[in-house]
């Protein structure tokens, strides 16, 4: 898979034409347009260049990938790929999760260890769903209802593509997926959890 980047010259040249189809139709919204535009074309890369750099400098990583499926979403870009034996979930080019036995394993015991130390627990928060294993693994312990806060639902359709991994987590009858914030989420939400662990977010990674 061929990812194309679109060069700042044509940026501003599809910009400077969607300015001049305001103009026709609203010239005071044109000027302001036309004022923004070139500021913005010099700021931004001076503000955010770490955030253009890590979209980009993935490319390479897709060269032998097979794209399977993607969604582009209001919160971020979703994909899976195949490539060689494994599938690989990834989030605006950052991996998400894999059907590697290693990577596996380690979603699981983040979901399972918490539960095991609790020993009875009824209720249970998953912050982060991922690719679904660690909100499965949790969610497959007897006799427990799972909250899983996700805040994108693109990653909640991707997720399915590692069901016989992630133990058929959204389709589970004890599993209830709500498209929100964690933090958030735990700020107004009345209910106490017995236990609450998340998926592996790392912060750059977000």
Known sequence: MQ????????SVVRLLVAAGILMALNWRL?????????????????????????VYKYAPTFKDHQLVWMEEGLETTVSVHKWQSYL???????????????????HKFLGLLPMVLHGQAHDALVVGLGG??????????????????????????????????NFHVTERPNVHI?????????????KKYD???????QPDHV
């Open 88 to 106: 690989l979930l990834y989030s605006n080019s950052r991996g998400q999760a894999s059907d590697s036995a290693s990577g596996n394993n380690f």
């Open 132 to 165: 679904g294993t660690t909100g499965g693994a949790v969610a497959a312990y007897p006799n427990v209802q799972v909250d899983v806060i996700e805040l994108s639902p693109s990653m909640v359709t991707g997720a399915t593509y590692f069901a016989d991994h």
């Open 178 to 190: 709500k498209l929100d914030d964690g933090r958030n989420h735990l700020l107004v939400t009345p």
């Open 3 to 10: 990812l194309a980047v679109v060069s700042p010259f044509v």
């Open 30 to 54: 044109a000027l302001t347009a036309l004022a923004v535009v070139p500021a913005a074309v010099v700021l931004l890369p001076l503000g955010a260049p770490d955030m253009l750099r890590t």
């Open 195 to 201: 236990v609450a662990t998340a998926d592996i977010i």
